[in-house]
């Protein structure tokens, strides 16, 4: 992970000011909610300063943890939460390599995998995925679709499609629902986002 870039983002600019930046996290919530309910764990992983640990709170989820490699962006988080985020997880830290010693419900990832460009780093990704969530436990994906940007804050990405989510999970990872979004940034230009629900069978 470019953790020297991160920080360099997060330390120059706000959370409405970044491209991925939704006041509205509409699909991720359906999707995490869809395949929960409050009581479960959930980890938002490469969540930056998302609005959706915000909304989870307010729908009831206590058990709750936020990664991102920039600690700059768990910063503007909490602040945002306020005595709130005393309910939450934070933990700084490269997703590659994650490891709490704990496995969750829910795994969300909107925006990280598919800066991952190098399949070694994929495959650690996978890894840690592997160690973070409970057999039976579902996975929400959201990557740039094959129309997507070919890059995002001035790095490559790795556009993917249904069979390329697929493929990247492995095939105990089972596919329940796909999802097309046109993500409008706050600078008014449009990136199609794929998303994946799967459930781990084994």
């Given at each position: 992970?470019?953790?020297?870039?991160?920080?360099?983002?997060?330390?120059?600019?706000?959370?409405?000011?970044?491209?991925?930046?939704?006041?509205?996290?509409t699909?991720?919530?359906?999707?995490?909610t869809?395949a929960t309910d409050?009581k479960d764990?959930?980890?938002?992983?490469?969540?930056?300063a998302?609005?959706l640990?915000?909304?989870?709170?307010?729908?009831?989820y206590r058990?709750?943890?936020?990664?991102d490699?920039?600690a700059?962006a768990?910063?503007?988080a909490r602040a945002?939460?306020?005595?709130?985020?005393?309910?939450?997880?934070?933990?700084v830290g490269?997703v590659?390599?994650l490891?709490?010693g704990?496995?969750?419900?829910?795994w969300h990832?909107?925006?990280?995998?598919h800066?991952l460009?190098e399949?070694?780093?994929?495959?650690?990704?996978?890894e840690a995925?592997?160690r973070?969530l409970?057999?039976?436990?579902?996975?929400?994906?959201?990557t740039?679709?094959?129309?997507g940007?070919e890059?995002?804050?001035?790095?490559?990405?790795?556009?993917?499609d249904?069979?390329?989510?697929?493929?990247?999970?492995?095939?105990?990872?089972?596919p329940?629902?796909l999802?097309d979004e046109?993500?409008?940034?706050p600078?008014?230009?449009?990136?199609?986002?794929?998303?994946?629900l799967?459930r781990?069978t084994g």
């Open positions: 992970m470019a953790i020297d870039h991160w920080d360099q983002v997060w330390s120059t600019r706000s959370a409405d000011e970044v491209s991925w930046y939704q006041e509205q996290p699909v991720s919530v359906r999707l995490v869809a409050p764990s959930i980890i938002d992983v490469g969540a930056g998302s609005l640990v915000d909304h989870l709170l307010a729908a009831g058990d709750l943890t936020v990664v490699v920039a700059g768990l910063d503007q945002r939460l306020g005595s709130n985020a005393d309910l939450v997880e934070w933990v490269d590659t390599l490891d709490l704990r496995r969750f419900d829910l990832d909107r925006a990280v995998l800066f460009v399949g070694s780093d994929r495959r650690r990704y996978v995925l592997r973070s409970n057999v039976g436990g579902h996975v929400v994906l959201a740039f679709g094959p129309q940007p890059s995002c804050s001035g790095l490559p990405v790795r556009r993917y249904a069979a390329a989510m697929q493929e990247t999970l492995g095939d105990d990872f089972e329940l629902e999802v046109s993500h409008a940034t600078a008014g230009h449009h990136q199609l986002f794929l998303y994946g799967f781990r």
